[in-house]
């Protein structure tokens, strides 16, 4: 069974940055792709980034490039996101999923999630 923990949401203004972590246990960190998605009020669960097992390729959303960089720390079993320029839409609650082998940003895909952080941009 695979743990994922997420940490580093919170309040923060327009333009400003945080960095969500996700520790995972349970399993060969580097046999997993990892992804970041997020759910808005009233909206449905959408991809945000992901990151293949070596750290060594990644993909975005659209709403989110140039922006959000992810990353992964091998040696610690942590999954990064780095939000800047942020914006009042980026409010959500933010999970981190794995899954094994292969990247994708498709949600049905992923079959181990977090149980979320909220960040919250205010204008």
């Known amino acids: 069974q695979v743990q994922l923990v997420e940490s580093g949401g919170g309040l923060v203004q327009a333009g400003g940055s945080l960095r969500l972590s996700c520790a995972v246990s349970?399993?060969?960190?580097?046999?997993?792709?990892m992804g970041w998605f997020r759910q808005a009020p009233g909206k449905e669960r959408e991809f945000v980034a992901a990151?293949?097992?070596?750290?060594?390729?990644?993909y975005y959303a659209d709403s989110v490039k140039g922006r959000f960089t992810i990353s992964r720390d091998n040696a610690k079993d942590t999954v990064y996101l780095q939000m800047n320029s942020l914006k009042p839409e980026d409010t959500a609650v933010y999970y981190c999923?794995?899954?094994?082998?292969?990247?994708?940003?498709?949600?049905?895909?992923?079959?181990?999630w977090g149980q979320g952080t909220q960040v919250t941009v205010s204008s």
């Open positions: 999923a794995a899954k094994p082998y292969a990247v994708a940003s498709v949600v049905a895909l992923y079959g181990y």
């Open positions: 349970g399993r060969t960190f580097r046999s997993l792709a």
């Open positions: 990151i293949n097992w070596s750290g060594d390729s990644t």
